[in-house]
């Protein structure tokens, strides 16, 4: 079991750029595959990122791709969410998201495939 833990998020102007961290503790995240998904009020959960235990593979929505950057260092035990050319439609509480994976190229892009959760980040962007 890995416990996991966002920070990072706040208020962006349209435009901008922040970037999310994930914390995790636990003997497990250097085999885990992580992953980025995102809520907005009266909006489903929503894929964002994801990224296999040995960095190499990585996924994005169509929404993020070639703004947001997913990256990890398992000697930090962190996870990294780097968004750039913020929108408003940006804006939502961001999760992390871990699941034990034997593949080290292996990811998850989606909810229903992960088991560890944090608590979420507020990022929103607004003028």
């Known amino acids: 079991q890995v416990q996991l833990v966002e920070s990072g998020g706040g208020l962006e102007q349209p435009g901008g750029s922040l970037r999310l961290s994930c914390a995790a503790s636990g003997r497990t995240f250097s085999t885990s595959a992580m992953g980025w998904f995102r809520q907005a009020p009266g909006k489903d959960r929503e894929f964002v990122a994801a990224?296999?235990?040995?960095?190499?593979?990585?996924h994005y929505a169509d929404s993020v791709k070639g703004r947001f950057t997913i990256s990890r260092d398992n000697a930090k035990n962190t996870v990294y969410l780097q968004m750039n050319s913020l929108k408003p439609d940006d804006t939502a509480v961001y999760y992390c998201a871990a699941r034990v994976v034997l593949s080290r190229s292996y990811y998850y892009i989606s909810g229903s495939d992960y088991n560890d959760w944090g608590q979420g980040t507020q990022v929103t962007v607004s003028s």
């Open positions: 990224i296999s235990w040995g960095g190499r593979s990585v």
